[in-house]
């Protein structure tokens, strides 16, 4: 028998992940400044596109009608 302890860590965030985010090993830079990811400079997914950003670029929330999110996120 398998258990969520036998699958790597990886598959299980990203079958947990929304179907339109993108990999987290497919983003390398911030989408938006391209700046590249690292130990210090982390990824966030954007709700509406799933799109990777940095800190600097993940700060706004919005509601996100298209994607079920009513509230600012």
Avoid: Y
Avoid at 3 to 8: A, E, H, S
Avoid at 24 to 49: P, Y
Avoid at 50 to 58: A, L, N, P, R, V
Wanted: contains cysteine; proline residues 7%.
């Amino acid at each position: 028998m398998v258990t969520v302890l036998d699958i790597p860590l990886g598959l299980v965030k990203d079958a947990a992940r929304p179907v339109h985010w993108v990999p987290d090993h497919k983003i390398l830079h911030c989408h938006n400044c391209r700046k590249e990811f690292s130990v210090k400079l982390s990824k966030h997914h954007c709700q509406a596109c799933g799109q990777g950003f940095c800190d600097e670029w993940s700060h706004d929330r919005w509601a996100v009608p298209s994607r079920s999110r009513d509230h600012p996120v």
